[in-house]
Structures are given as structure tokens and as C-alpha cells.
């Protein structure tokens, strides 16, 4: 068993002291330590997107970065985020873009780094932005229709 190390993580804007060994993902630190449980352990390989988290701004699957790799950064969970992750709650909502939801947090976050970015993406830069994202339920049509309604309100 490996030694806790004492790190200060900056998740959603607040500076959390947290004990973790240097093998701790990130996502067993903000579910187990920080109660953040927005982000899913889905496949724990990096293939599904549902343990999606921000770093800086850009997605990334919290279930394959190391805790101890996010010391300095700036972290956002779904729980965290606003701005454009709001409109985009609010069209998946309205788009029936959630039905499980188990993907959801992974999709809104993923989707608002994409927005962030691009704010008028097209369907296709949607659909590659959002093609890490693992769905089991939508067929992802609503969800991107969700996205394209956020990023057409950018345009105008």
C-alpha cells in the first residue's frame, strides 16, 4: 500500500486539502473524498467519458489522470459548472437528450470545453467533439441537437 501524500486540489473554484497515493486517480479523489459524485465511474479505461471532468478548461477522464498530476490546475465537475453548461443542462432537458443520465455529466462538460472553444460549432464539429462520449441510450441525436440549439444561440 502506497503512502497518502497531503495535496491541495482547486475543484469547482474551492481549494480542497485531500490525502492521496500517488496512484489515486483523480475521480476516486473528487467521488470518495469530495463527495463530487457527477462523474461517473463508467469503464474505468478511458473509453466512455462518463467520469469526464475539466482541467483547465479542457475534458479529461478523471478515471486515467492521477490526482497528484492536477496540483496546480484548476478543476470543474458538473457540480461546478456554469456559463454555457447551463444552457446546455437546460437544452438536453428540453431536447430529451437525458435519459438515464449516466452519461450526462461527461456530454455537458465535454460539450462545453467544445462550445468554449467553438462557439458556433457545426453538426459535424459537434459530433467529433463529442465522439469520446459513450451513449447507450439516446442515439445521440438529441444530444447533439441539444448542443447545435446552445451553439445556434451563439451565432445570433
Known sequence: MSARQTLVLRVNDTEHEVRAALHDTLLTVLRDQLQLTGAKRGCNHGVCGACTVLVDGRPVRACLTLAHTCRS??????????GIADRLREAFEQAGAVQCGFCSSGMVLTA?????ARPAASVE????????????????????????????????
Open 73 to 82: 490546475a484548476a478543476i470543474t465537475t458538473i457540480e461546478g459548472a456554469r
Open 112 to 116: 462545453s470545453a467544445l462550445l468554449a
Open 125 to 156: 464539429e459537434i459530433r467529433a467533439g463529442l465522439s469520446g462520449n459513450l451513449c447507450r441510450c439516446t442515439g445521440y441525436r438529441k444530444i447533439v441537437d441539444a448542443v447545435r440549439a446552445v451553439a445556434q444561440g451563439a451565432e445570433r
